[in-house]
T-cell receptor
Framework: AQTVTQSQPEMSVQEAETVTLSCTYD???????LFWYKQPPSRQMILVIR??????QNATENRFSVNFQKAAKSFSLKISDSQLGDTAMYFC????????????FGKGTKLSVKP | EPEVTQTPSHQVTQMGQEVILRCVPI?????FYWYRQILGQKVEFLVS????????KSEIFDDQFSVERPDGSNFTLKIRSTKLEDSAMYFC???????????FGSGTRLTVV
């Protein structure tokens, strides 16, 4: 069974600094997708960034980028120029390939951005 | 930006009562999901729905739970006889295909007393 592990329950960063959130996963599949979701205090789940396992190039979305290491089964999220609005829970999620399928979430990392 | 809409945002119910949580997925999406998040814990998959039938369900989704898409727009989750441990945030989500991830609704906070 697939599992997703986020080893950092809480992290903090100063505004404008860079922070990296860790995520590892375990699967025997070769075709899958990986995601990072943000959950602010409002508790809505917001998609931050996504990565297809067959793509070697790391995904980037503005200040958010990933370091995808397929062999190591690692999918870390880097947030550059951290802003106060980045304060949230961040969940790493795995989904195997195909047209549908459920997301498997990690336990989350609570990120606090300090002024 | 299209949204997934969930109602109500917060519901309080007596233990043993039936509740229906409602969701309006994005109109051109084909796959629909319910997830739940017990306070302070991770988000857990409940059920997926495609082509008017359940395509996958978790161990959590027992006989007390049911889903339906009664009118082609709404997607509902029914809990027949609520228990205290059903208290959680329930998220509806929809998607076109897997890569694009899901769009989640804002959630319904269910409190069973």
């Amino acid at each position: 069974a697939q599992t997703v592990t986020q080893s950092q329950p809480e992290m903090s960063v100063q505004e404008a600094e860079t922070v990296t959130l860790s995520c590892t996963y375990d699967t025997s599949e070769s075709n899958y997708y990986l995601f990072w979701y943000k959950q602010p205090p409002s508790r809505q789940m917001i998609l931050v960034i996504r990565q297809e396992a067959y793509k070697q190039q790391n995904a980037t979305e503005n200040r958010f980028s990933v370091n995808f290491q397929k062999a190591a089964k690692s999918f870390s999220l880097k947030i550059s120029d951290s802003q106060l609005g980045d304060t949230a829970m961040y969940f790493c999620a795995f989904r195997y390939g195909g047209s549908q399928g459920n997301l498997i979430f990690g336990k989350g990392t609570k990120l606090s951005v300090k002024p | 930006e299209p949204e997934v809409t969930q109602t109500p945002s917060h519901q309080v119910t007596q233990m043993g009562q039936e509740v229906i949580l409602r969701c309006v997925p994005i109109s051109n999406h084909l796959y629909f999901y319910w997830y739940r998040q017990i306070l302070g814990q991770k988000v857990e998959f409940l059920v997926s729905f495609y082509n008017n039938e359940i395509s996958e369900k978790s161990e959590i989704f027992d006989d007390q739970f049911s889903v339906e898409r009664p009118d082609g727009s709404n997607f509902t989750l029914k809990i027949r006889s609520t228990k205290l441990e059903d208290s959680a945030m329930y998220f509806c989500a929809s998607s076109t295909t897997g890569f694009y991830g899901y769009t989640f609704g804002s959630g319904t906070r269910l409190t069973v007393v």
